[in-house]
């Protein structure tokens, strides 16, 4: 016997080894009935199922085979995490997932799953959520009510007369009684779920302490309480009888419910439709083809028949999903999602998103997701259409009642990430806001090679608040499926978070140069490949009658030979050659749309729809408010954005109820609801990633970051998340998003570090990510246009880095002369003075001929302040305030310092990694001649009170600065 499994001959050998060893039956069952008594499962579909399995795991070992040569780029497989078929079985094809690398079951059944024509389906009664009125919906084919998950064509039973077996019509009784329409009855609901009958509607996300909140989580603590395992049991076996049925959100609207309030909270507003569709569809196209024989024997089962073995073409739909999985090995340019990009389960059209995480950084996507398939579903159910005009946000591609799933490995649940997700999660429900996300933690013991202690995963999963808990066995795949199906169901009736833990193996290692015999002993290893969920599959089939140990075999040699075959073909295929294709997703930038948005926004905003700006700004619009300071006219833009993008919301950290630290939000709630304008748990992680959740699902997320410094806490959502996602769906997936940042320096009389942080080093080097920094009341209201009008036409991921200090700044020379502040553009004129991203704003002062300071920012206040000392000098002075970081504007940069032949950089950031390192490389890599200096802040945190002058730029340093370039 082999005691240390660790290559992909051993493991092959071993599963070769444990089929032979198992016996033929001696009966054959029908395909089309359960698998076994009770199970929602057919025969058919198990084998579906192990075909899926196989396929993953002849993906493996290919995997190994092409890096055995170098042209393998990928060896993270998915053995030993089979059981995850079974996930995606219970799932339906239009419930967006994120997946992480062990995944290949789930992608095959996903695949089979979205390839099977939908099934005409007689007619019954869904079951309704409770207080709502039962609704019509289809039933599966070939099953009585109540139904089972798994649906779709199922073969009839066989005709003992008859040399082959005959398929069912649509409609047919199948196999397994007659299907008749139904009246559920839900009587029993509140021992069900008591937590539900608590629930109050009218509960606002900006008011989570209240009574009626606590009361809901009195109750639903108690889940998974021992007090509370006979309900969980009874509700088991209700959703094991009945998760075909699709759930209703019909809650009632009470008399007097703020319809803005309610959806904000997680109040009724409108309920689920009834889908025509199962809980999930056929697994393949194919039917089990089968030869009969009349049945004599004693011990046959009553009214049987003898059958021989099953015969059964490969799905094509596996084989286009390995396909898919061996193009991202080879790093082929003709992979559907990554394009060679990287290794990556993702399909716009399985609604796989992408994820390129290890370590859950997907999971507070995840959640955002969730929280807007759920608001979304609720403005449909309002009928609050989208709106006319040409640059609204895309639609959500799934359904109102999906739900949202999201796995991940156990060592990952130790991941800030992960502890942000489910804390944010479970906060959310408590509040009263519902968030249909299923986590699934495929728990295989170990990350890489440290090993989660016993019970650990299971005690942190099970004591995490608001989040129902469910376990299942990933080797047994009927068993796997069951509890899936039924956790999926309680997501999908209540639109509540649950995570269902799947205990795993791992096979082969952690990656192709894991040498996991150095860290785990022989025994270990052997233990692990004792449950090989593909081998348990194959037992449970033969024991089944379904199939000989023999003939799995040659299925798995067949699919094998086929994987090889899929694997020598896309080692064929093209390369990305060049650093264009490379980059070509990653962060497209076609101005003239933009424009047009912008135009357009302002086109509606003075003509159809003045009437509500009126209102929404309370009869007095800011262009006829006088000058404004740069807080105001931030918050008269967002407005406008609020009214032009009915999907657009702003959310953070006291934006709601208080109106901003600064008062940058004021109002905005008051004007358009706790729909759209909502203060969120104080976790810049959760906030990112509601965003980038919400962007996939249609909407335009602006939310806010309360300081500069705290965005250092949650920057990977950004870097690794945001930036990352059109680069590896290839622009099929995309976070438009809006990331409201207020920084830098120079606050009089308040700050420290963290909240004078002048570092945006780690922002720069994003790739694709546009930074925004206005200085001028106009200049914001222009850009943010833009940025808004960038995020929804690109897809764009903005960061609109606000400074502090200007926020409430009125005057520039001396007090009182009013001239920091600026008028507000009318909307007629808003194209005509439209900010397109990477263009500078220049100010001439004096000649404006000897000398360019180049600044951004608190940058230039303090330069044209210089300015205007220098001219009394007799030196004039360009000052090019920069209004983007990324991409800098290099094409303005280039001219301005061309005219004067002297650059002075003043860069309120520090000397090491500034924004001025990246100005100076740009123009010597244009070619610049000219002599070139630099101010910076010094390489130091920001210290309290008056000890902040000495380490940051200031008036005199740039007066000082421009003297010293004019002297060489």
């Known amino acids: 016997m082999l005691s240390d499994v660790t290559t992909p001959q051993d493991l092959d050998d071993r599963f070769r080894e444990s089929l032979a060893a198992l016996a033929a039956p001696a009966h054959r069952a029908d395909p089309a009935e359960p698998v076994t008594e009770g199970s929602a499962l057919t025969g058919a579909q198990l084998l579906d199922l192990f075909d899926a399995q196989v396929t993953s795991r002849q993906l493996d070992l290919a995997g190994r085979w092409l890096r055995s040569f170098g042209e393998g780029y990928y060896t993270i497989g998915s053995a030993g995490h089979e059981g995850n078929a079974a996930v995606a079985a219970a799932l339906r094809p239009t419930d967006p997932a994120l997946l992480h690398y062990r995944s290949g079951a789930f992608y095959c059944v996903r695949a089979a799953q979205a390839s099977s024509p939908p099934q005409p389906e007689p007619t019954t009664r869904s079951e309704p959520v409770e207080g709502s009125e039962p609704v019509e919906r289809s039933a599966p084919v070939g099953r009585s009510a109540p139904t089972s998950p798994v649906t779709g064509p199922t073969p009839a039973d066989a005709d003992p007369t008859s040399g082959a077996g005959s398929t069912a019509a649509p409609g047919s009784s199948g196999g397994a009684g007659p299907t008749g329409v139904t009246t559920v009855d839900r009587s029993d609901d509140a021992a069900v779920d008591p937590d539900r009958a608590t629930d109050d509607p009218g509960r606002a996300a900006a008011e989570p302490d209240r009574a009626a909140a606590d009361s809901d989580r009195a109750a639903a603590d108690a889940e998974g309480a021992d007090s509370e395992r006979a309900a969980a049991d009874s509700e088991r076996a209700a959703a094991a009888a009945d998760s075909g049925r699709v759930a209703a959100a019909a809650d009632s609207e009470g008399a007097g419910v703020d319809p803005d309030r309610a959806a904000a909270a997680g109040g009724p507003v409108g309920e689920v439709p009834a889908a025509n569709q199962p809980a999930a569809v056929p697994l393949a ?270 299925r798995y040699d067949e699919i094998g030979w086929q994987v090889r075959r899929i694997a020598e073909e896309v080692l064929d295929e093209p390369k990305l050659v060049d650093a264009a294709e490379v980059i070509a997703p990653l962060a497209p930038r076609r101005p003239v749309r933009a424009a047009l948005a912008v135009s357009d926004a302002g086109a509606r905003a003075a003509g159809p729809d003045a009437e509500a700006r009126a209102e929404a700004f309370g009869g007095k619009p800011p262009e006829l408010a006088g000058p404004l300071t740069l807080a105001q006219s931030i918050n008269a833009a967002l407005t406008d954005g609020l009214l032009y993008y009915p999907q657009m919301a702003v959310f953070g950290e006291d934006v709601a109820v208080k109106g901003g630290i600064y008062g940058v939000t004021k109002g905005l709630r008051d004007r358009f609801g706790a729909a759209r304008v909502f203060d969120t748990l104080l976790d810049e992680t959760s906030i990112l990633g509601l965003g980038l959740g919400a962007g996939l699902a249609g909407m335009l997320s602006v939310p806010e970051i309360q300081y500069l410094a705290y965005l250092h806490n949650a920057e990977d959502q950004l870097r690794g998340e945001a930036a990352t996602m059109r680069f590896f769906s290839q622009g099929a997936w995309r976070n438009p998003m809006v990331v409201r940042v207020a920084g830098l320096a120079y606050q009089e009389g308040f ?218």
Not at 531 to 543: F, K, M
Not at 803 to 815: C, E, K
Not at 863 to 873: F, H, I, V, Y
């Open 285 to 554: 196209e194919s039917r089990p083809v089968t030869v009969t024989a009349p049945v004599s024997a004693t011990g046959d089962r009553p009214g049987g028949s003898r059958m021989t073995a099953v015969k059964r073409p490969v799905p094509r739909a596996y084989a286009d999903a390995a396909r898919d999985v061996l193009r991202g090995m080879v790093a082929s340019s003709r992979e559907p999602i990554a394009g060679g990009r990287h290794k990556v389960f993702g399909r716009a059209d399985l609604a796989v998103i992408p994820t390129t995480s290890t370590i859950a950084s997907h999971l507070p996507r995840a959640v955002g997701m969730g929280l807007a398939v759920e608001r979304l579903r609720r403005l449909d159910a309002r009928r609050e259409v989208r709106r006319g005009g040409t640059t609204q946000p895309e639609p959500a591609p799934w359904p109102t009642d999906a739900i949202v799933v999201c796995s991940f490995g156990d060592a990952s649940i130790n991941h800030a990430s992960a502890t942000a997700a489910f804390n944010t999660a479970g906060w959310y429900d408590h509040t009263g806001l519902r968030i249909p996300v299923l986590f699934v933690c495929e728990d295989n013991g170990l990350g890489i090679s440290v090993r989660s202690p016993q019970g650990w995963v299971a005690t942190a999963l099970r004591s995490k608040p608001g989040i129902r808990y469910f376990a299942a066995d990933g080797s047994d795949l009927v068993g796997t499926y069951e509890v899936a199906a039924e956790a999926a169901a309680w997501v999908r009736r209540h639109r509540r978070p649950a995570v269902l833990h799947l205990t795993t193996v791992r096979l082969m290692g952690h990656a192709g140069a894991d040498a996991e015999s150095a860290y785990r002993p022989a025994s270990e290893i052997a233990a692990d490949v004792d449950r090989d969920p593909v081998v348990a599959t194959a037992r449970r089939l033969v024991d089944a009658g379904l199939a000989s140990g023999a003939e799995l075999l040659d």
């Open 751 to 968: 700050g420290g570090h963290f909240h004078n942080d002048n570092s945006v080093a780690v922002l720069r080097d994003v790739p694709g990510l546009v930074i925004a920094v206005p200085a001028r009341p106009d200049d914001a209201a222009a850009m943010l246009r833009t940025c808004l009008a960038s995020a929804v036409v690109d897809g764009s991921v903005c960061v609109f880095l606000e400074p502090i200090a200007l926020y409430h700044t009125r005057d520039l020379y001396t007090d009182g002369d009013g001239e920091w502040l600026a008028g507000y553009a009318e909307p007629a004129a808003w194209a005509g003075s439209h900010v397109p991203v990477g263009r500078a704003r220049v100010y001439g002062v004096g000649s404006a001929d000897d000398v360019t300071i180049v600044t951004f920012g608190n940058g230039v206040r303090m330069s044209l302040r210089a300015a205007s000392a220098l001219a009394d000098e007799g030196i004039g002075t360009r000052v090019v305030d920069l209004r983007w970081l990324a991409p800098l504007p290099v094409a303005d940069l280039i001219r301005e310092a061309t005219v004067t032949g002297r650059v002075l950089v003043v860069d309120e950031t520090r000397r090491s990694g500034g924004v001025g390192e990246g100005v100076i490389a740009a123009l010597v890599d244009a070619g610049y001649v000219g002599a070139a200096r630099r101010v910076a802040a010094v390489d130091s945190f920001v210290p309290l009170g008056p000890a902040a002058r000495q380490v940051l730029v200031s008036e005199e340093a740039i007066t000082q600065g421009a003297r010293t370039l004019l002297a060489r």
